[in-house]
């Protein structure tokens, strides 16, 4: 059996679509304080996820991890769901 690596890159955040077939769109949120003014700055990032069961839907907390190219925008793929989505 494959032994798994412990140092594995984990993002979270929040499933914004899941219109295509066993590919999510996650929006990753981060704040951060200004240097200058003293403001919190929120910095909004989205990546492509591959959900091969299409297990996650719209408005779901999700954990991804990074992993080999699987395509030309898809560098994660799903690890858990967190927290379902309000239906």
């Given at each position: ?53 299409n ?7 999700v ?25």
């Amino acid at each position: 059996m494959k032994e798994r690596n412990k140092n594995l890159r984990i993002v979270q955040g929040r499933v914004v679509s899941d219109a295509m077939d066993k590919t999510r769109v996650i929006l990753l949120e981060t704040f951060y304080t200004h240097p200058k003014f003293r403001k919190i700055v929120k910095v909004s990032r989205r990546l492509k996820i591959h959900d091969e069961r299409n297990e996650s839907k719209k408005d779901d907390i999700v954990q991804a991890v990074e992993t080999r190219p699987l395509s030309r925008q898809k560098r994660h793929r799903l690890f858990k769901i967190i927290q379902r989505g309000q239906i």
